[in-house]
């Protein structure tokens, strides 16, 4: 967005076409001499390893120890850009800035510029985002619910949370919805019962053999983040957005481990996850996923 912001007040704007995976960063410019701010005085300060600049963002967040919120400065080399076209709506509305000939056009019936309507279904799709974004009903702060008279942590059986408990119209189950907002109500968490009372442990037993995976990773990889990648941009998942890797905050007190499931065979991302938790702890976290 900074990229764009920049390149509109110059007269220019990114030339990334119709493929959604030109929005990726490296696709609209390379990133370089990525500077951290000090708050204090507004100029530039060397990140926490003592380095002055860093040629990408995940290395200045990985050893120059930025966090959200910090200001910095970035370049970027080879943007793709083209002259902007000739904005038709602003021209007019600069020749004529207080409107008087734009209302005069409209009540003569002329079609100006942004009032164009392109085609009967974008006309028809218009029509029914306006419908279903409009309120049908509000309340206020004072009305909303708040919970109910207990307060105590009420468990809910998975089953419930189903699809095929829902009523035959297509609507939720008021019982099951009231138990849902008065959980979120008082506590800000909804605690599930994946055994439903006991008739089937193994969806329990996979989230339980996950969660061991996952902790043991976390001690294992304290000694040496050097046998897992760092966050990067991730390959066969169906997203050019999804990441994947290890990441590190504050000498460690905040550590991150994105993991995704290729498509493809199925396997576990970073595959140097296995590695580390071993093949039947890879293979846990895809029984979670699942």
């Given amino acids: 967005e900074a990229v764009k912001v920049a390149m509109d007040s110059n007269g220019y704007a990114l030339n990334l076409g119709e493929d959604e995976a030109m929005q990726d960063e490296g696709s609209w410019g390379q990133i370089d001499n990525v500077v951290l701010i000090d708050p204090s005085t507004g100029k530039p300060t060397k990140g926490e390893d003592g380095a002055e600049s860093y040629s990408s963002f995940m290395e200045a967040i990985s050893k120059g120890g930025w966090e959200p919120g910090e200001e910095y400065s970035f370049v970027v080399r080879e943007v793709p ?38 085609s009967l279904k974008t006309l028809g799709e218009d029509c029914e985002q306006r419908v279903k974004t409009a309120p049908m009903e509000a309340t206020d702060e004072f009305k909303a619910f708040r919970g109910g008279d207990s307060k105590g942590y009420n ?96 000498d460690g007190d905040n550590q991150f481990l994105e993991t995704r499931i290729r498509r493809s065979d199925g396997t576990l991302l970073p595959e140097e996850t296995a590695s580390i938790v071993g093949e039947d702890g890879a293979n846990s976290m895809v029984d979670a996923f699942n």
Avoid: Y
Wanted: proline share 3%; with cysteine; glycine share 6%.
């Fill in 81 to 118: 850009a083209r002259k902007k076209a000739m904005d038709l709506e602003a021209l007019l509305k600069a020749m004529d800035p207080d409107g008087t000939l734009w209302d005069e056009a409209k009540e003569a019936g002329i079609t100006m510029p942004g009032d164009e309507v392109g």
């Fill in 155 to 250: 468990v809910i059986s998975k089953s419930v949370l189903m699809r095929a408990n829902m009523n035959a119209d297509g609507t939720e189950s008021k019982k099951t919805l009231l138990h849902v907002m008065d959980s979120l109500a008082n506590h800000g968490c909804l605690i599930v019962d994946l055994t439903d009372e006991d008739k089937s442990t193994d969806n329990a037993f996979k989230m339980s053999k996950m969660w061991d995976t996952t902790a043991t990773f976390f001690d294992k990889v304290a000694d040496d983040v050097s046998t897992i990648p760092p966050m990067q941009q991730a390959e066969g998942v169906g997203s050019s957005h999804a990441m994947v890797g290890f990441a590190s905050f504050k």
